[in-house]
């Protein structure tokens, strides 16, 4: 179970071109989504928060005009990187909250985006 | 600020060669410590939580420990596939419904056969 799923695995744009990065959990319904950013060698740095039905929660320094985030179902949420440019160019992996349960607390993540802009 | 610090960086071992990997935190009330693996490319996969100190828990060649101050990720007998970057997150009482983690650089393992 917990298994959580990201589409596309991969992408390369243009710059100034917007893309967006799916984040399903299949086979349960999490109230919580979080979007994650990691740069090579690095480790996953926390861009924002999402909750079903509300704004998303986001980091000091992160733009939220540039990372749009939707969190429209229990089962969905969205990252739409608006006007790539090259140093936006990262690995993007979400991760998703069982709301209940022994692993309330827990993180289950998707297998990440990478996302290449020319 | 939560903080976390995982030593060493990068370990090269024999298979059969048992290590530790170590995570310090600071934190504003620990709610728990994950450990995850993650393999190049892939997203993060869940191996331990751990809620107080004194805590253990095991997995195949796997064990998790934790104190006050620090978590330790001991590897006994490693085999090659053991070989990934192994990652440690914090969670603090303070972040409320949140439950964000803050996460350490990660060790990456190496295991030569």
């Known amino acids: 179970g917990a298994v959580v799923s990201q589409h596309p695995s991969r992408v390369i744009c243009k710059s100034g071109t917007s893309v967006k990065i799916e984040c399903r959990s299949l086979?349960?319904?999490?109230?919580?989504m979080f979007w994650y950013r990691q740069f090579p060698k690095q480790s996953l740095m926390l861009m924002a928060t999402?909750?079903?039905?509300?704004?998303?929660?986001?980091e000091q320094g992160v733009e939220k005009d540039k990372f749009l985030i939707n969190h429209a179902s229990l089962t969905l949420s969205t990252l739409t990187v608006t006007s790539a440019h090259p140093e936006d160019s990262s690995f993007y992996i979400c991760?998703?909250?069982?709301?209940?349960?022994?692993?309330?607390?827990?993180?289950?993540f998707g297998p990440g985006t990478r996302l290449t802009v020319l | 600020e939560d903080q976390v610090t995982q030593s060493p960086e990068a370990l090269r071992l024999q298979e059969g060669e048992s290590s530790s990997l170590n995570c310090s935190y600071t934190?504003?009330?620990?709610?728990?410590l994950f450990w995850y693996r993650q393999d190049p490319g892939k997203g993060p996969e869940f191996l331990f939580t751990?809620?107080?100190a004194g805590e253990e828990k095991e997995k195949e060649r796997l064990k998790a420990t934790l104190t006050k101050k620090e978590s330790f990720l001991h590897i006994t007998a490693p085999k090659p596939e053991d070989s990934a970057t192994y990652l440690c997150?914090?969670?603090?009482?303070?972040?409320?419904?949140?439950?964000?983690?803050?996460f350490g650089k990660g060790t990456l393992l190496t295991v030569n056969p």
């Open positions: 991760s998703a909250r069982s709301p209940s349960g022994v692993s309330y607390n827990e993180q289950f």
């Open positions: 086979d349960f319904q999490a109230t919580t």
């Open positions: 999402s909750n079903e039905g509300s704004k998303a929660t986001y």
């Open positions: 934190v504003s009330g620990l709610r728990g």
């Open positions: 751990l809620y107080s």
């Open positions: 997150a914090v969670q603090a009482r303070s972040g409320g419904s949140n439950y964000k983690l803050t």
